[in-house]
């Protein structure tokens, strides 16, 4: 047997607990063969002298927004500006530069950064020119637009009625103020959707050349299709041409969302009422682009109080945040689902959400049987200690984001308190960007829970073996090991490896998909 690819002269950490390390791997057909002794002796096309760096499995990152990423490289980015000067001349300046017929989009907005202050909706008008101009919330749960796209959306007029699950913000003489939360945002975002497929496959090739070099080598897009994460009703087009045409640099597996699903018109006894075209459900494709859970949202985000809590927000007594409906209709849309076949992604973070979504997912999952692709809760940012029981014992796997503490840790534990700051992201109690789930640090240096921190190799497991399992994708990898892909990342030392605030100092030095470089530093 002739191998295509030996790699030697590693540091391997396989993850896999019944050969931890190793020191050289073969690879035939994309997937590996063996270690080590294993593969002593076998000729290779193509002998890689690693130079003692370390070599992990693939990243998979478990839920992301690719299509946003890479739409908003495009964009005017104001991720690092923190002064509302600046950001309206940030704005100024990228208005000034882009076509007069255009939309003004800007991205990245954080208004922690700016002590809570939103920018003044003239201001926005008067550096926009007439045109109109949409400054997307890093949340990604409201967004802020100016007068002249709020009349094109119809906001402002009699007859106008905010959609179920969504806000539009009003100053204190009843006038909006720019700022429209979760399915309002539609309203605004549907005048410039959908994207040309051409379009979403540009922003593709760039948001997965980054993952890259990053180290990623899967992903799950967590919402394709429709509502405010959507960008198509031909988004999925888009991924198929960028696998054939070589621009998808990374393996994807998508979440169609919930308002993706259509009336379909089968046979009476198949019972089947709603779903995609064909009758397509979770876990079809292959290994480089597949169908996960269907995506639904259940309620917002902290950082924008839209997040449904049981106990109302610190800053605003009164104020518990939303679910996006009644709690009996979302669970309704959650078991139709589910019973054409479709596992189940919820959006929770607030407690009163992630109650709603372990009785929908359970509930379904009592009533139809199990799913070869888990149920899942998205973020699962707020949960109390007898709901990490009922997530045991439902199997719902979890989706959590620890780099939301560096960027937005410190407002989220001000608009909930101390007391509850114990049970924000509680990695460590459910044991299901690496450094931050080991140091938990804020971007004001404060540690958020200090007893939910990982070591170096748990945050790395969570980042492959986790999430390979929660995506239902761990047969075929998560791990190194004989007969799965060769998914894998050249390091300059493994987070184990290194202290917990050095993990972001790690280099990238190249990243393999199916034993292929998708990046060499």
Known sequence: MRLDTVIRNARIHTMDRDRPRARSVGILHGRIVGFD????GLPATRTIDAAGSAVVPGLNDAHCHTTWFGLGLSEINVGDVGALPDLYARLRAGAGSSPASEWIIATGFNHYGFGGEIPAIA??????GGRPLVLKMTSGHALIANTRALELAGIGLPSFVPPVGGVVRR?????PNGVLEETAQDLVLDLVRPYAVETIVAALDAATAIYAREGITSFTEAGIGSGMIGHSPLELAAYQQAVETGRLHAR????PTYPSLSSLAGHAADGIGVGLPLGIRSGFGDDRLSFGPVKMFFDGAITAATAAMTEPYTHAPHVHGYLTDDPEVLATRAADAYRLGWS????????????AAIDAIDGARARYGGRRIPSRIEHGALIRPVQLRRIAQAGIAIAPHPSFFATMGDLSIRNIGPEREQYFYRVQSLLRCIESYVTRATGSGAVVGPHERLTGDDALRLYTEGS???T???????????????????MSDAPADVEPGAIHAIEVRATMVGGEFSFEG
Do not use: F, N, W, Y
């Open 37 to 40: 002794e294993e593969i002593a």
């Open 123 to 128: 201001e926005l008008d008067q550096l926009s």
């Open 171 to 175: 100053d204190g003489d009843g006038r």
């Open 252 to 255: 994807a597996q998508v979440m």
């Open 344 to 355: 189940l992604a919820i959006h929770a973070i607030g407690d009163a959400a992630i109650d």
């Open 468 to 470: 390979a399992r929660a």
């Open 472 to 490: 239902g994708l761990d047969s075929v990898k998560g791990t190194l090991a004989p007969g799965k892909l060769a998914d894998l990342v050249l």
